[in-house]
């Protein structure tokens, strides 16, 4: 089942899960384990789509510059909310700015 249409420069949230013994600011969801070692918790990413695969899957752009390969009917991907984007909107901007710069020929 299809969720979203992606298209090349769309922007994405990814809610990635993670495990530390020490979330971040960013952490959302947060539980401890069931020892307490540690904790489990949420974190989204701002990522962009550089590329919409023919079998479906998306070549995505982090902030850092990776390129990973997401299903795009994954459940943990999702367009960004428009406070998101307004909030967010340096975030934004530096990552459109750097799928312009891959792409423009030299």
């Known amino acids: 089942m299809k969720r979203f249409s992606w298209s090349v420069g769309d922007f994405l949230v990814y809610r990635k899960s993670k495990v530390s013994k020490n979330p971040g600011p960013r952490a959302k969801n947060v539980s401890p384990s069931a020892r307490g070692d540690s904790y489990g918790y949420t974190v989204d990413k701002y990522w962009i789509v550089k590329d919409v695969l023919p079998e479906g899957s998306l070549l995505v752009k982090t902030m850092r510059g990776k390129e990973l390969t997401l299903p795009s009917d994954d459940p943990a991907l999702r367009k ?27």
């Not at 307004?86 to 975030?91: E, M, P, T, V």
């Not at 934004?92 to 799928?99: A, D, K, M, V």
Request: avoid cysteine.
């Open 80 to 106: 960004p909310y428009i406070w998101e984007r307004w909030f967010l909107r340096k975030r934004f901007r530096l990552l459109s700015e750097s799928l312009q710069q891959r792409t423009e020929p030299a």
